[in-house]
């Protein structure tokens, strides 16, 4: 779309949420997270920001669940959310990073926040903030403004409990302005951030720790010795009773299944239901917590761990864009697994899948409906699918600070030990922009890209490919500089790999493969990044945005004026200029 000028050109039409999100992303700075130099990169300033927004009091009456970890933490968190909201409750639960849409980190009773509410929720608190910024208290960071923001949301819509993951490590973590939630929970520890949070399980378990309160009740799961005794000595420190939540025994789902698929869930679930089960004691609704979790458990329990939905882990997603005689041949099994002990259970989850998959061909379709859940509607086919191969392909990316040589070797080991084995790896750079939010923040289509990170990546994969077959490491190596000459256009080929410019034409070889391979199934693996993960969702999935803001004022039912003037009335605005704007 365009509008005209008075000179008659036209330039692009930018949407209030378009405008919204580059107000955002200006918030995002250059600066690496690694930078030590700033000790907790003056942690007191966010107490200014509450002030400043008027949400001291309303956060010291909210009643919080807050859950921070290495891996399992977003599970976990909505795992909780779930099952507090199948009891009947009001929830919120702010949760990171977004693979879509920003929105999906808002959420307001298990679905995300409409973009109505998170525009004007979104300019109340910048204003404010813009308002009031000076060289002493600058405007927040990006993920500080988010949590700000999300307690703004909290309040105003008075959510019955707020759950809270942890962006990174816990202590100096912009959610833990919060100083007496109802429960705390820590989630499986291990080996990431290590440049921001330490070296060793001892020193990342003590950030994780910092989350824990005076005298406020704590769980966890089961942890490496290193990483519990620490936890336990920062428990001891602050009189908090911290309890360790067995994994969940599925028998007592009454045959059902978790909705987020792999082993490792049921210790987030068995976490998830110890915190549920304290939040409702503790907040004194004693009807759900009679029964005791060994035995049996509520209906409501078992309806919110068996309907829990969450984009990006263990997910399964048939490619919409294929021709319908090729329908299925391109299944993308996606999840943002990031650390040696999450690529493991990566591995894992992904060959049972694809032996599931061989089994039964199930397949994953779209939502029929708006919400951000995948609705996933199992069918078998019986038909000519049966008998085709089926072909592995792993699509990889991960940050920088990240050490493949830890992450590669336990995906192939434990896909090895399943029989797995891929067929090709592809390795691509980002295709969202780190210094801008929003689908529309994509690198141009002319953007020269430095594929050097992606180089090392090939690299070492060939290394493991070739040690693998007892080859040497020179091999592989030269292997790949043979190819150099390969593929300009489309990408760098080696024996066992492939590296692409962009993610755009790494999904438009897959897709080309499977046209020229009529016989061949193509099941892909993407991990190593959740903002890799987004990209792909992006582009193999239709993506559904409400009515936006401005439309919504242009045709004002009475429900829709009704819902208006509640959010008006959360937000302090004048009742009657409302109206005359929805007349």
């Known amino acids: 779309m365009a509008e005209g000028d008075n000179n008659g050109s036209s330039k692009p039409t930018v949407t209030p949420y378009e405008e919204a999100l580059?107000?955002?992303?200006?918030?995002?700075?250059?600066?690496?997270?690694?930078?030590?130099?700033?000790?907790?990169?003056?942690?007191d300033v966010l107490f200014d920001y509450?002030?400043?927004?008027?949400?001291?009091?309303?956060?010291?009456?909210?009643?919080?669940i807050h859950v921070a970890g290495t891996k399992g933490k977003g599970s976990t968190c909505t795992f909780t959310e779930s099952i507090l909201r199948n009891c009947g409750f009001r929830t919120g639960l702010f949760t990171s990073p977004h693979l879509i849409d920003v929105r999906e980190r808002f959420r307001l009773d298990g679905k995300d926040i409409c973009e109505e509410k998170f525009l004007a929720y979104f300019w109340w608190c910048y204003d404010r903030l813009k308002e009031k910024s000076t060289e002493d208290v600058p405007m927040p960071t990006y993920f500080r403004f988010l949590t700000l923001l999300a307690f703004k949301i909290f309040s105003a819509e008075q959510v019955d409990v707020a759950i809270l993951e942890v962006?990174?490590?816990?202590?100096?973590?912009?959610?833990n302005v919060v100083q007496k939630p109802i429960i705390c929970g820590i989630a499986s520890l291990g080996y990431d951030h290590m440049e921001i949070l330490g070296d060793t399980l001892a020193q990342i378990a003590g950030e994780k720790a910092g989350i824990f309160k005076d005298g406020i009740p704590a769980f966890t799961v089961p942890q490496p010795d290193e990483a519990m005794n620490v936890?336990?000595?920062?428990?001891?420190?602050?009189?908090?009773?911290?309890?360790v939540a067995e994994p969940l025994d599925a028998k007592l789902l009454n045959g059902l299944k978790l909705r987020l698929e792999g082993e490792h869930q049921y210790l987030n679930a068995g976490l998830a239901i110890a915190l549920s089960f304290t939040w409702l004691q503790r907040t004194g609704h004693h009807e759900f917590t009679h029964m005791e979790q060994a035995s049996s458990l509520p209906e409501q329990f078992i309806k919110g761990l068996t309907t829990a939905s969450l984009q990006g882990r263990a997910q399964i997603v048939t490619d919409q864009y294929i021709?319908?005689?090729?329908?299925?041949?391109?299944?993308f099994y996606l999840d943002g697994a990031h650390s040696p002990e999450s690529m493991e259970m990566c591995a894992r989850w992904?060959?049972?899948?694809?032996?599931?998959?061989?089994?039964?061909?199930?397949?994953?379709?779209?939502?029929?409906?708006?919400?951000?859940?995948?609705?996933?509607?199992?069918?078998?086919?019986h038909d000519e699918r049966y008998g085709k191969s089926s072909m592995q392909i792993l699509l990889f990316n991960c940050m920088s600070v990240r050490d493949p040589q830890l992450l590669l070797p336990p995906l192939m080991k434990a896909c090895a030990s399943h029989g797995v084995y891929f067929k090709k790896a592809l390795f691509v750079p980002s295709t969202s922009l780190y210094y801008k939010v929003g689908s529309h923040a994509l690198p141009p289509a002319d953007s020269q890209v430095n594929l050097s990170w992606q180089f090392a990546l090939q690299r070492v994969w060939e290394n493991l490919i070739q040690s693998d077959k007892g080859g040497e490491v020179k091999h592989a190596i030269a292997v790949c500089e043979e190819g150099k000459e390969d593929a300009k256009m489309s990408g760098m080929t080696c024996e066992n790999s492939a590296v692409f410019p962009s993610l755009p034409l790494a999904i438009k070889w897959l897709r080309e493969?499977?046209?020229?391979?009529?016989?061949?199934?193509?099941?892909?693996?993407v991990t190593g990044s959740l903002h890799l993960v987004g990209d792909?969702?992006?582009?193999?999935?239709?993506?559904?945005?409400?009515?936006?803001?401005?439309?919504?004022?242009?045709?004002?039912?009475?429900?829709?004026?009704?819902?208006?003037?509640?959010?008006?009335?959360?937000?302090?605005?004048?009742?009657?200029?409302?109206l005359k704007v929805c007349k």
């Open 22 to 43: 580059d107000a955002l992303s200006s918030l995002i700075t250059k600066r690496s997270r690694a930078d030590k130099s700033n000790n907790g990169d003056r942690f």
């Open 50 to 64: 509450l002030k400043i927004l008027e949400l001291e009091e309303a956060i010291s009456e909210m009643k919080i």
């Open 167 to 175: 962006g990174l490590g816990g202590k100096f973590d912009a959610t």
């Open 231 to 243: 936890l336990e000595e920062k428990a001891s420190e602050l009189n908090v009773h911290l309890q």
């Open 323 to 331: 021709n319908a005689e090729s329908y299925g041949d391109l299944v």
């Open 350 to 381: 992904f060959s049972l899948a694809i032996k599931e998959d061989s089994r039964k061909r199930t397949f994953n379709y779209p939502p029929q409906n708006n919400s951000e859940s995948t609705i996933e509607l199992v069918q078998e086919h």
């Open 513 to 525: 493969s499977v046209q020229q391979n009529r016989s061949v199934h193509y099941q892909v693996l």
């Open 536 to 578: 792909v969702l992006r582009l193999v999935k239709k993506y559904y945005h409400p009515i936006n803001f401005s439309r919504i004022h242009l045709n004002c039912s009475v429900e829709d004026v009704g819902n208006s003037l509640q959010l008006a009335w959360n937000l302090g605005i004048h009742q009657a200029l409302l």
